[in-house]
T-cell receptor
Framework: GDSVTQMEGPVTLSEEAFLTINCTYTATGYPSLFWYVQYPGEGLQLLLKATKADDKGSNKGFEATYRKETTSFHLEKGSVQVSDSAVYFCALGGFYNQGGKLIFGQGTELSVKP | NAGVTQTPKFQVLKTGQSMTLQCAQDMNHEYMSWYRQDPGMGLRLIHYSVGAGITDQGEVPNGYNVSRSTTEDFPLRLLSAAPSQTSVYFC?????????????FGSGTQLSVL
């Protein structure tokens, strides 16, 4: 079945460091791919998305490129801030006529120190 | 802008008790869903609905019931609570139609079953 695998956390970085969170997927067909972020005590919110191979999603300095050949959607940011501390979820969706139905990875906790 | 509203925010139950987690959205979304979040396991889909009168099972439906009598409401019922149902529950909704529909999440319900 469809699944998403993320790198395990927690990831601890110093402010202004480069961030990579790895995400790979298994899917039949041509899924859409997403990154959601969860700040402490809150629900998840969409960070970025891509709907087809080679698309790049970007938002708030974060980027991810849909790589069909490696079935990956790695999240990157060139210079993290303390305010980026959160849990990041990679997700797979785009199921026909099923709206926002998503399959999530296990989440990666990011902690950024000043 | 209410968005997705979940109640209660916290709940403690004894084994065998029943309860209903409430979810309401005011965005006229066709799709609604329930997820549970457990450490190291990400979010797992319990049940979902693509419109009033239509529901379907997700990855972990056992022990939970749902119904969708209106577009706005999607309650989750625990008929006989078990300690394994201790978790954080999120309701989420979206439109249906595009492959990259954004999911809107509620703020969650933290449930403890003793």
């Amino acid at each position: 079945g469809d699944s998403v695998t993320q790198m395990e956390g927690p990831v601890t970085l110093s402010e202004e460091a480069f961030l990579t969170i790895n995400c790979t997927y298994t899917a039949t067909g041509y899924p859409s791919l997403f990154w959601y972020v969860q700040y402490p005590g809150e629900g998840l919110q969409l960070l970025l998305k891509a709907t087809k191979a080679d698309d790049k999603g970007s938002n708030k300095g974060f980027e991810a490129t849909y790589r069909k050949e490696t079935t990956s959607f790695h999240l990157e940011k060139g210079s993290v801030q303390v305010s980026d501390s959160a849990v990041y979820f990679c997700a797979l969706g785009g199921f026909y006529n099923q709206g926002g139905k998503l399959i999530f990875g296990q989440g990666t906790e990011l902690s950024v120190k000043p | 802008n209410a968005g997705v509203t979940q109640t209660p925010k916290f709940q403690v139950l004894k084994t065998g008790q029943s309860m209903t987690l409430q979810c309401a959205q005011d965005m006229n979304h066709e799709y609604m869903s329930w997820y549970r979040q457990d450490p190291g396991m990400g979010l797992r889909l319990i049940h979902y609905s693509v419109g009033a009168g239509i529901t379907d099972q997700g990855e972990v439906p056992n022990g939970y019931n749902v119904s969708r009598s209106t577009t706005e409401d999607f309650p989750l019922r625990l008929l006989s609570a078990a300690p394994s149902q201790t978790s954080v529950y999120f309701c989420a909704s979206s439109y249906i139609g595009q492959r990259d529909e954004k999911l809107f999440f509620g703020s969650g319900t933290q449930l403890s079953v003793l």
